[in-house]
């Protein structure tokens, strides 16, 4: 199947760094990527969808400038956290869909990145 | 945009029992619904999905029935194991060919199997 790994799968970082987050399609081209965030005990929120090439669509109440999202090829996303606060403390979880897919995402396995 | 609603938030039942999840959606023009299982700190996994052309799919213990008319969608869990205690989100998205459309998922269920 679809496989798709995310790095690193944890980061704990001072308050005011900024923490990159890879999300990379392994063995498939994935044309559009999701970015969820996952509070404890809570549903993913989506925060973004990024498309290969192109601005990444943010989801309303969603800061564009502090989620950095890039998708500069077939296999890789990035989700930088700029300026991050303890309130960012979370669980982020990338997904990926490729052409062939009809509707099928593929998770990553997440970062939990926690800001002291 | 779509919304999903989810139902019950927390179920516990014996080992051996049936277990039954409720998802409703809002979208009419929805057409793809996964149902993922999600154990603590990892990845949802795709445990059943089923598209609007059908109305019930099954894979051994696991089914999921679909009524377009009422817009609604269930999972069903038979003979449930202690291993099948997770939280479970259903989605909802319109699957338009072109792979861009984000998932709606419900607020979850857990799912607690007691032995």
């Known amino acids: 199947g679809a496989v798709v790994s995310q790095h690193p799968s944890w980061v704990i970082c001072k308050s005011g760094t900024s923490v990159k987050i890879e999300c990379r399609s392994l063995d498939f081209q994935a044309t559009t990527m999701f970015w969820y965030r996952q509070f404890p005990k809570q549903s993913l929120m989506l925060m973004a969808t990024?498309?290969?090439?192109?601005?990444?669509?943010?989801e309303q109440g969603v800061e564009k400038d502090k989620f950095l999202i890039n998708h500069a090829s077939l296999t890789l996303s990035t989700l930088t956290v700029t300026s991050a606060h303890p309130e960012d403390s979370s669980f982020y979880i990338c997904s990926a869909r490729g052409r062939a897919a009809r509707g099928e995402q593929f998770f990553g396995p997440g970062t939990r990145l926690t800001v002291l | 945009g779509e919304n999903v609603e989810q139902h019950p938030s927390t179920l516990s039942v014996q080992e051996g029992d049936s277990a039954v999840i409720k998802c409703t959606y809002s979208d009419s023009a929805s057409n793809y619904f996964p149902w993922y299982k999600q154990e603590l700190g990892k990845r949802p996994q795709l445990i059943i999905d089923?598209?609007?052309?059908?109305g019930e799919k099954k894979d051994q213990r696991i089914a999921v029935t679909l009524n377009k008319t009422a817009k609604h969608f269930s999972l069903h869990i038979t003979e449930t194991q202690p291993e099948d205690s997770a939280v479970y989100f259903c989605?909802?998205?319109?699957?338009?060919?072109?792979?861009?459309?984000?998932?709606?998922f419900g607020k979850g269920t857990r799912l607690s199997v007691i032995a």
């Open positions: 089923i598209r609007s052309n059908v």
């Open positions: 990024s498309n290969e090439g192109s601005k990444a669509t943010y």
């Open positions: 989605a909802a998205t319109r699957d338009r060919g072109s792979g861009n459309t984000p998932l709606v």
